[in-house]
Every structure is written in C-alpha cells, then in structure tokens.
C-alpha cells in the first residue's frame, strides 16, 4: 500500500485481495455492490441505487434503518472483519426500501 498526497494506491497484489474479498463478501449475502472487473490500479464496483445516509435529511423509521445498520456491524464482526471507515459518507440508503 502506498500513499502518496493523502491518496490511497493499491499495489496490483493488495488489489487482486481486495477485488476478492468483496466477491467472498457478495457470495455469503453480505449487502454491498458486486466486484465486477479490476485491473492494476481500480476495483470497478456495480451501481448502488440509493443515496449516501450523509445526503438523506428525513427518515420516516430511523429505528429500523440503525438497526439494519448495527446488525451488519455485528455480521461482520462475526467473521472477524472490522469496517474501519464505517460512517455516513460509506453507508448507502435505499429510499423505497426506507421510505425516507
């Protein structure tokens, strides 16, 4: 891993684990977008139809979307693995599926 002015660069091998990971995730149910191709430098992710939480100004079911949200955090921890940018900006929201 590489970091050159704040910007995060994969190494191709970091790349291909990470391109994997995702796939693995999408395998056991895990909701993210589905890893479709990489290549040296890029993951290239399916679209997500949704908004980030950070742009959503009005949930009609709060309640609910925090805990989807906290029972994912503890799916994930049970497989040993800890989202360490796991915030507003990261976290898409499906407005028909959350009525927001």
Not at 29 to 42: L, S, T
Not at 80 to 100: A, G, P, R
Request: glycine share 4%.
């Amino acid at each position: 891993m590489l970091y050159t002015q704040g910007v995060l660069i994969l190494v191709p091998f970091e790349l291909i684990v990470c391109f994997w990971g995702l796939q693995a995730l999408g395998l056991h149910g895990f909701p993210i977008p589905n890893a479709v191709d990489r290549n040296r430098h890029c993951v290239i992710m399916s679209l997500v139809q949704g908004y980030p939480l950070v742009q959503v100004k009005q949930l009609q079911n709060p309640d609910e979307i925090f805990d989807k949200i906290m029972s994912l955090v503890v799916r994930l921890a049970e497989h040993s693995l800890i989202h360490c940018d796991f915030k507003e900006f990261n976290i898409m929201v499906h407005i028909l599926t959350f009525n927001c």
